[in-house]
């Protein structure tokens, strides 16, 4: 099952939420504003990154700034709690499997949660037509 973590002003989230139901791809929605990360979860979603907290904090958000974080000096603890307690750093969406996690919308990476017998068909009339 699919996991998409939203928040509900964000218009990437209602664009990954849009994407996902039009490819009739169950998952279960979480508005992580109401819903908090709890530590636990906060670090199974670093386990599935490549970059680490690069590619799930939002450097632009208001609380970042606020609070004035160098990421460099945080030790994953502090990191894991700052997330826990200001939920407003994570980007989003975020959409996630066992396997593959997705943060932000973007059309061409979130393809990749679409069911290999679909990607492959598509492929192939991508082929076809430019043949």
Do not use: A, S
């Given at each position: 099952m699919l996991n998409l973590y939203v928040a509900p002003s964000s218009a990437s989230s209602r664009k990954a939420r849009a994407w996902l139901k039009d490819h009739?791809?169950?998952f279960k929605e979480r508005n992580i504003n109401s819903q908090p990360l709890n530590a636990a979860e906060v670090k199974h979603i670093l386990r599935l990154t490549e970059n680490g907290s690069e590619d799930i904090i939002s450097t632009r958000s208001n609380i970042f700034k606020k609070l004035h974080l160098n990421l460099d000096d945080l030790s994953?603890?502090?990191?894991?709690?700052?997330?826990v307690k200001y939920p407003d750093l994570i980007k989003r969406p975020i959409i996630f499997d066992d396997k593959r996690l997705e943060v932000g919308?973007?059309?061409?990476?979130?393809?990749?949660?679409?069911?290999?017998s679909i990607r492959q068909a598509e492929l192939k009339e991508l082929e076809a037509k430019l043949s």
């Open positions: 009739e791809i169950p994953l603890t502090e990191l894991v709690d700052l997330l919308y973007n059309e061409e990476e979130i393809r990749r949660f679409l069911p290999r």
